[in-house]
T-cell receptor, first 116, second 113 residues
Framework: DTAVSQTPKYLVTQMGNDKSIKCEQNLGHDTMYWYKQDSKKFLKIMFSYNNKELIINETVPNRFSPKSPDKAHLNLHINSLELGDSAVYFC???????????????FGPGTRLTVT | GENVEQHPSTLSVQEGDSAVIKCTYSDSASNYFPWYKQELGKRPQLIIDIRSNVGEKKDQRIAVTLNKTAKHFSLHITETQPEDSAVYFCAAKLDFGNEKLTFGTGTRLTIIP
């Protein structure tokens, strides 16, 4: 069974378009994240949600808007896409406390976004 | 905030030799240090982690050491095999609540057969 899944796996779109990436986890975790991995492989956190509540919001342009309809889902909507948004976006989830299994973050397979 | 530096950025070793990757962190309050492995085109996966109440942890061919005073930690891989080729990330966080995990810049390890 897939623990953390993302759709789509690949996304090619033109500048100025709006797109969404969906993420779902079936691990029962309370916390979910969005990371951006650029061409140099740097992994940077963008957002974190705990039980549907936003708890981490790094300095990300407000064109990026996460939404968590329930604690198993965290979606990412991107408005007015720019060339610099091209990257691999990873969703991840983790238990809330070390008593619930430690802080291992389980990553999804990634979504490769290409903006042309 | 926390800043994690990782060296080297690339590392090539002969199969069977050992590989060492080093990281330093800036926030002395950080007390949880995981290492993630990312194979080409795949997702990052946790391979080992250490908390600040221990100085060393080992799991088969991989080990992590932590020096809290110097604020650095290292990953050691012995008897390297071709399947060890990947990008390795160190990370650090305060082991409390929902503090964020700060990743190092990654080390691309290549095992030469």
């Amino acid at each position: 069974d897939t623990a953390v899944s993302q759709t789509p796996k690949y996304l090619v779109t033109q500048m100025g378009n709006d797109k969404s990436i969906k993420c779902e986890q079936n691990l029962g975790h309370d916390t979910m994240y969005w990371y951006k991995q650029d061409s140099k492989k740097f992994l940077k956190i963008m957002f974190s949600y705990n039980n549907k509540e936003l708890i981490i919001n790094e300095t990300v342009p407000n064109r990026f808007s996460p939404k968590s309809p329930d604690k198993a889902h965290l979606n990412l909507h991107i408005n007015s896409l720019e060339l610099g948004d091209s990257a691999v976006y990873f969703c991840a989830s983790s238990p809330q406390s070390p008593y619930a299994g430690g802080y291992e973050q389980y990553f999804g397979p990634g979504t490769r976004l290409t903006v042309t | 905030g926390e800043n994690v530096e990782q060296h080297p950025s690339t590392l090539s070793v002969q199969e069977g030799d050992s590989a060492v990757i080093k990281c330093t962190y800036s926030d002395s309050a950080s007390n949880y240090f995981p290492w993630y492995k990312q194979e080409l085109g795949k997702r990052p996966q946790l391979i080992i982690d250490i908390r600040s109440n221990v100085g060393e942890k080992k799991d088969q061919r991989i080990a992590v050491t932590l020096n809290k005073t110097a604020k650095h930690f290292s990953l050691h891989i012995t008897e390297t095999q071709p399947e060890d080729s990947a990008v390795y990330f160190c990370a650090a966080k305060l082991d409390f609540g929902n503090e964020k995990l700060t990743f190092g810049t990654g080390t691309r390890l290549t095992i030469i057969p």
